[in-house]
């Protein structure tokens, strides 16, 4: 069971017994393309992933609106997936897109980056679901496996991408809103994909999970209302969260909500040892809390682009994950840390958390 044939094994590092992973959220490339301030905001982001690209970890996730598609151009929107991957190709670092609703527009769509990844970035390991999985909108669900060594038969953990739709007023042939949920075809697919692993590679107990969504759940909302930030430390800047801000939320009078319940039920029954569901989205937010519910931990990313909405004291950054080799179910250590190097909300996401 490998959908990599033609890619190189992700493993551990060796020398440090660790797997890393840095996740950038919310690039937002391509606003006002039309005056100065927006390509020097890109230029900004550029030197922001090649400052925390000189830690060399081992993976990098890009978590969803790497452009603001209502700003592009047709003649050159997907071209901006070709400026995003530069560090990153220097580096030769091994990485994975997420998408989000911005990244669904007139003149771009989520395959379209999806491809155009591929074409552009040798170690992209973004790809497209089976046709019929993800729904209008939203093919970007996949996974990676990371291996401890290159001979092992079975992956020791594996990276969850899922499409959360959303935005563009003119894809549908009726000109509605895209859904801004996880599709509920992903509910099944997560099942059969879980159940090959299982016979593929034995059962789960071995095998941790971390999972990226662009947008958050929809139980998100009512997670932050009780938020202690004792325990669940970081930036609290987007409260309360409002319409659009999480799953199912953005056009509730043509489609309701809680639209993504499938999707959520599916994820936390099937995917085992799943140590953090984690999103972008709301700029304003870094914190991790766990849902009682479903017993899981949700993490935001750091709003990493100089694209989008923010403010200067929230800083810009990434959100790190470190896995140690000797206890990957155990858990995963996390924090943030800003373009100057500081580190906070740093948070060790096991069964004790929060």
């Known amino acids: 069971l490998n959908p990599y044939p033609n890619k190189p094994r992700l493993t551990f590092n060796h020398a440090t017994g660790t797997f890393r992973i840095m996740v950038f959220s919310d ?17 900004n982001s550029t030197i922001l992933m090649r400052k925390v690209l000189e830690e060399n970890p081992d993976y990098v996730v890009l978590n969803g609106d790497l452009i603001t598609g209502e700003n592009t151009f047709r003649e050159n929107a997907t071209t901006l997936i070709d400026e995003i991957v530069v560090p990153l190709n220097a580096a030769k670092i091994p990485f994975s897109s ?25 170690l992209s390991y973004t790809r497209a679901a089976p046709h019929g999985v993800g729904g209008e909108g939203g093919p970007g669900n996949y996974w990676v496996p990371i291996y401890k060594t290159k001979s092992d038969a079975a992956p020791a953990l594996i990276l969850w991408f899922f499409d959360s739709r959303g935005k563009s007023d ?59 930030n004792t325990k669940d430390p970081g930036l609290n800047a987007d409260e309360p969260l409002g319409v659009g801000s999480t799953q199912s939320t953005s056009n509730t009078t043509l489609y309701g909500t809680g639209n993504d319940k499938p999707f959520w039920d599916s994820l936390n029954t099937h ?6 569901v984690v999103s972008g989205h709301d700029h304003g937010n870094e914190w991790c809390t766990r849902d009682p519910e479903k017993n899981v931990v949700f993490c935001f990313d750091k709003h990493a682009g100089y694209g989008g909405y923010g403010s200067p004291d929230w800083g810009h950054g990434v959100r790190d994950f470190i896995f ?17 190097g500081t580190k906070r909300a740093i948070v060790r996401l096991d069964k004790d958390f929060s």
């Not at 491809?115 to 040798?122: D, G, H, I, K, Y």
């Not at 016979?199 to 909302?221: D, E, K, M, Y």
């Open 27 to 43: 690039l937002h490339y391509g606003e006002n393309p039309w005056d100065v301030w927006g390509p020097e905001q890109d230029k």
């Open 98 to 122: 997420t998408h989000g609703n911005h990244d669904n527009n007139v003149n771009i769509t989520h395959l379209a980056e999806i491809e155009r990844e591929q074409l552009v970035a040798p």
């Open 170 to 228: 003119q894809i549908l042939a009726d000109q509605t809103q895209l859904p801004d949920w996880v599709d509920a075809t992903v509910a099944e697919w997560i099942k059969t994909e879980t159940e090959m692993m299982d016979q593929s590679w034995g059962p789960p107990t071995n095998r941790a999970a971390l999972a990226f969504v662009h947008i958050p759940p929809n139980v998100v909302q009512s997670l932050s209302e009780t938020l202690d």
């Open 271 to 276: 995917i085992k040892n799943l140590h953090a």
């Open 324 to 340: 140690h080799v000797n206890n990957i179910t155990e858990g995963v250590d996390s924090w943030i840390r800003l373009e100057d």
